[in-house]
C-alpha cells in the first residue's frame, strides 16, 4: 500500500522514544502499513533526535520509508 505520513512532536523526549518503536514497527497502524515518520522537536534537541533517527535506520524495519 501507500505509505502514511505520521508526525511525532517532542520526538526526541523520552515518551516518544517509546512510542516511535511501537509505531515504526506496525503496532499502531497495522503490519502492513508503509509509513514515513516526521519527527519534530526544538531546535537545542536536534543533536538527540539525529541518534534517535540512527537507532530507527539501524533496526531496518521493513515498514519504514
Known amino acids: 500500500g501507500e505509505a502514511i505520513r505520521v508526525l511525532v512532536t517532542g520526538a526526541a523526549g523520552q515518551i516518544a522514544y517509546s512510542l516511535l518503536y511501537s509505531i515504526a514497527k506496525g503496532d499502531v497502524f497495522g503490519k502492513d502499513q508503509p509509513l514515513i515518520l516526521v ?22 524495519l521493513p515498514l519504514l520509508r
Open 39 to 60: 519527527l519534530l522537536d526544538i531546535t537545542p534537541m536536534m543533536t538527540v533526535l539525529e541518534g534517535v533517527v540512527m537507532e530507527l535506520q539501524d533496526c531496518a
